[in-house]
């Protein structure tokens, strides 16, 4: 049952009056439909914005701020609270700073306030290398992973056989798959993609033979499993009998779990804690109505330690494109792989192999004799030219060269 917000009352002039945390998060709903993707904001989007703002409304309550009359510098205050109480990393933040300057966007846009008190809302400035936060299997990884896939020919067993596949190989995201439908299957002659919709773009992936052959085993399980298939049928689905959703597409989180098993199966992945914290940051409620304590600070030997890969279903998109990179495809086929609007982004990848596999010190260090041997084989052919020249005809200077490289080169 959500709190009413009885003390957070608009401006008289403001109308219709929101006066608890269900009104502002079904105003922001309602905006998010009719502004964002010109008017078809995606589902996934709009239920991650609102449970943001829920946040920082369970925040407002519980500091005794009326959100349409929060100043920039209260503002700061909940950044503060995001940065030390609840640890966030500075990506989240960004995210959820970009969230309330678009919560507050669409209250200046209905008249609740008269500027966005989050307009100059910054996050934390962070120095970090950004092929750091690029987590992905090495060959040997993705090989053991693609083994310990089922190989019976069951709707479920094919199912998660082209689910991972797709996503390590092909790099397709989880919102991809959790998308896609049978009307989507392209045939270009023997060819067969897939037409992929994601943040307001449309791709082809081109499937390889392999992943064409096992995508029509796929479906040709499901039909003869009684499954009658239309364009608008999803391709992956919930197969689990006990799961009330069966035969409804997959959900991301699902897709997730999916990869996660997979991952503990070959031992790249840990089993989930319980009670994780990530779960009490979004109450936001004070330390006594169980706000999560706040971690105890690490010692500054451990704050240097290396930390383990955090694996990930969005690992495997960087499985894909890492390898790919590595194996030798151009920028631009791994950009047209992965759907990158930007190039900059695909750079990453190529970072990541180049920092190590061609590095330019290589060529100093590990070619040294090399080099000596180039530099001796000039001072000889330069010695040379200089003893066919007529001593008489000698400058002072060719006369000194010539005594240097004598002794270089005896």
Same mark, same amino acid.
Request: glycine share 4%; proline share 5%.
């Given at each position: 049952?959500?709190?009413?917000?009885?003390?957070?009352?608009?401006?008289?002039?403001?109308?219709?009056?929101?006066?608890?945390?269900?009104?502002?998060?079904?105003?922001?709903?309602?905006?998010?439909?009719?502004?964002?993707?010109?008017?078809?904001?995606?589902?996934?989007?709009?239920? #991650?914005?609102?449970?943001?703002?829920?946040?920082?409304?369970?925040?407002?309550?519980?500091?005794?701020?009326?959100?349409?009359?929060?100043?920039?510098?209260?503002?700061?205050?909940?950044?503060?609270?995001?940065?030390?109480?609840?640890?966030?990393?500075?990506?989240?933040?960004?995210?959820?700073?970009?969230?309330?300057?678009?919560?507050?966007?669409?209250?200046?846009?209905?008249?609740?306030?008269?500027?966005?008190?989050?307009?100059?809302?910054?996050?934390?400035?962070?120095?970090?290398?950004?092929?750091?936060?690029?987590?992905?299997?090495?060959?040997?990884?993705?090989?053991?992973?693609?083994?310990?896939?089922?190989?019976?020919?069951?709707?479920?067993?094919?199912?998660?056989?082209?689910?991972?596949?797709?996503?390590?190989?092909?790099?397709?995201?989880?919102?991809?798959?959790?998308?896609?439908?049978?009307?989507?299957?392209?045939?270009?002659?023997?060819?067969?993609?897939?037409?992929?919709?994601?943040?307001?773009?449309?791709?082809?992936?081109?499937?390889?033979?392999?992943?064409?052959?096992?995508?029509?085993?796929?479906?040709?399980?499901?039909?003869?499993?009684?499954?009658?298939?239309?364009?608008?049928?999803?391709?992956?689905?919930?197969?689990?009998?006990?799961?009330?959703?069966?035969?409804?597409?997959?959900?991301?989180?699902?897709?997730?779990?999916?990869?996660?098993?997979?991952?503990?199966?070959?031992?790249?992945?840990?089993?989930?804690?319980?009670?994780?914290?990530?779960?009490?940051?979004?109450?936001?409620?004070?330390?006594?109505?169980?706000?999560?304590?706040?971690?105890?600070?690490?010692?500054?030997?451990?704050?240097?330690?290396?930390?383990?890969?955090?694996?990930?279903?969005?690992?495997?998109?960087?499985?894909?494109?890492?390898?790919?990179?590595?194996?030798?495809?151009?920028?631009?086929?791994?950009?047209?792989?992965?759907?990158?609007?930007?190039?900059?982004?695909?750079?990453?990848?190529?970072?990541?192999?180049?920092?190590?596999?061609?590095?330019?010190?290589?060529?100093?260090?590990?070619?040294?004799?090399?080099?000596?041997?180039?530099?001796?084989?000039?001072?000889?052919?330069?010695?040379?030219?200089?003893?066919?020249?007529?001593?008489?005809?000698?400058?002072?200077?060719?006369?000194? #060269?010539?005594?240097?490289?004598? #002794?270089?080169?005896?």
């Amino acid at each position: 049952m959500v709190a009413p917000m009885s003390s957070l009352i608009s401006s008289p002039d403001a109308k219709p009056v929101l006066q608890t945390t269900t009104a502002y998060l079904d105003f922001f709903e309602e905006f998010l439909e009719n502004h964002v993707g010109e008017g078809s904001a995606a589902s996934d989007t709009v239920r #991650t914005y609102r449970c943001h703002v829920k946040q920082f409304l369970q925040w407002c309550q519980n500091n005794t701020i009326n959100p349409i009359e929060a100043t920039f510098n209260q503002l700061t205050r909940f950044r503060h609270w995001l940065v030390k109480e609840q640890e966030y990393q500075t990506v989240t933040i960004s995210l959820k700073l970009t969230i309330l300057r678009r919560f507050y966007d669409g209250l200046l846009e209905h008249g609740y306030v008269v500027i966005n008190p989050a307009l100059r809302l910054k996050p934390p400035t962070e120095v970090k290398d950004p092929a750091a936060s690029i987590n992905y299997l090495e060959n040997e990884e993705m090989n053991r992973l693609l083994d310990s896939l089922p190989v019976e020919n069951t709707v479920h067993g094919l199912r998660d056989r082209l689910l991972i596949s797709l996503m390590v190989l092909q790099g397709c995201r989880t919102v991809d798959l959790h998308r896609v439908c049978v009307g989507d299957i392209v045939k270009n002659g023997k060819n067969v993609g897939l037409r992929i919709f994601s943040k307001r773009h449309l791709r082809i992936v081109p499937l390889t033979p392999l992943l064409a052959k096992l995508l029509q085993r796929y479906l040709r399980a499901r039909r003869k499993a009684g499954e009658r298939l239309q364009n608008e049928t999803p391709i992956f689905i919930s197969v689990a009998y006990n799961n009330k959703n069966i035969g409804f597409p997959l959900s991301r989180r699902s897709i997730r779990r999916i990869v996660d098993k997979y991952l503990q199966g070959i031992g790249l992945k840990e089993l989930p804690r319980k009670n994780s914290k990530k779960m009490k940051r979004l109450t936001g409620l004070p330390e006594n109505n169980n706000l999560p304590v706040k971690a105890q600070k690490s010692t500054r030997l451990s704050r240097h330690k290396q930390k383990p890969r955090k694996l990930s279903a969005h690992s495997l998109r960087h499985t894909a494109g890492t390898l790919a990179m590595r194996a030798g495809a151009s920028l631009r086929q791994v950009q047209d792989l992965l759907g990158h609007t930007d190039p900059k982004t695909t750079m990453i990848y190529a970072h990541i192999g180049d920092r190590w596999s061609h590095n330019p010190a290589l060529l100093l260090s590990g070619n040294q004799p090399e080099l000596e041997e180039n530099i001796m084989r000039r001072f000889q052919k330069l010695q040379q030219s200089l003893k066919r020249i007529d001593p008489f005809n000698l400058t002072l200077n060719e006369e000194e #060269t010539l005594r240097i490289l004598e #002794t270089i080169c005896a």
